[in-house]
């Protein structure tokens, strides 16, 4: 290419180039040390550089990618976290119900033990009741009857004369011969 | 007279004897009473006395009765006794010994070997008042 465009400037006459102000040697020179320029950057710079571009792609594409996982791992978390409370809450609004209605039942039973229990002592007192007075109703008999007792011994014992004595006597043997 | 003998056979002999002469009943009597004080039987005496009088009516028919009275009893009163307790019991003759109890009130207790005839006022008076408390 070099050679084509120092042929092409010798061989040319002067006209339009000259017109123009085209100085060929010159251009060839720059066009040479531009091609120098381009192989130059093209040995040693452009690998580094495209090197060093597609590390840094990489690497924010990496960076990237681990955003997006650690987005759909927040993402994930958060929703497990959501589906958690939710649960817990759940938990804990049976454990508030099933306490309630254990309280209640509780409570229930209580007050049918206490009614039971108060019901158990009135019957127990009334019970009581009625043996006192039964035995106190029996002790008043058994006295009376010591004294009715004690006052026949003694009217007997004033209006029993022999006469009597003897015919009770004759009486009970009578009475054991049948 | 020793030995120790049993209570039963003691007043087996003795009954035997009070049968077999009367006259020296009051002997007898005596001899058991001793043969009791020098055994240490002292408080088996009317445990004896029992026995004998039980084997008085097994050997010969006499019936030994206690009659406790709160009035002294009258000749009717005894001989109709005697007869009920000859008809009640088989007995050939009866014996009675008798004591006063005011505490009886009226009537009479006839106790015999084998059991008692309570016609007391006090026993009917108890009665009465068993009936009633029950």
């Known amino acids: 290419m070099l050679h084509t465009a120092v042929m092409f400037a010798s061989s040319s006459e002067p006209g339009l180039f000259e017109a123009l102000g085209v100085n060929w040697k010159l251009l060839v020179e720059q066009g040479i040390a531009f091609l120098i320029l381009v192989w130059a950057l093209a040995k040693f710079v452009y690998p580094t550089l495209i090197k060093s571009i597609d590390d840094r792609r990489n690497a924010i594409e990496a960076g990237l990618k681990e955003a997006k996982q650690s987005q759909e791992a927040l993402e994930k978390a958060e929703a497990k976290v959501a589906e958690l409370l939710e649960q817990a809450r759940a938990d804990a609004d049976e454990v508030l119900a099933r306490s309630h209605k254990e309280a209640a039942v509780m409570v229930a039973d209580a007050e049918t033990k206490a009614k039971a229990r108060a019901e158990q002592i009135v019957v127990d007192a009334r019970s009581q009741l009625a043996v006192e007075v039964s035995k106190a109703r029996q002790e008043l008999k058994n006295e009376t009857i010591k004294l009715v007792a004690a006052a026949t011994e003694h009217v007997i014992g004033e209006k029993l004369d022999e006469r009597k004595d003897a015919s009770l006597i004759k009486a009970g043997l009578e009475k054991e011969r049948k | ?134």
């Open chain 2, 1 to 134: 007279m020793n030995s120790k003998v049993s209570r039963r056979v003691l007043a087996r002999v003795i009954a035997e004897k009070l049968v077999a002469d009367p006259a020296k009943s009051s002997h007898w009597i005596k001899a058991a009473a001793a043969y009791l004080l020098q055994h240490g039987m002292a408080e088996d005496a009317d445990l004896l006395m029992n026995d004998v009088a039980r084997e008085l009516f097994a050997q010969d028919g006499r019936l030994m009765v206690h009659v406790a009275s709160a009035r002294p009893l009258s000749e009717s009163i005894r001989a109709e006794l005697q007869t009920y307790l000859k008809s009640a019991t088989d007995a050939k003759h009866v014996e009675l010994s008798e004591s006063v109890d005011p505490e009886l009130l009226g009537g009479l207790v006839a106790t015999t070997p084998e059991g008692e005839l309570d016609l007391s006022v006090k026993k009917r008076l108890q009665k009465l008042a068993s009936i009633t408390a029950s």
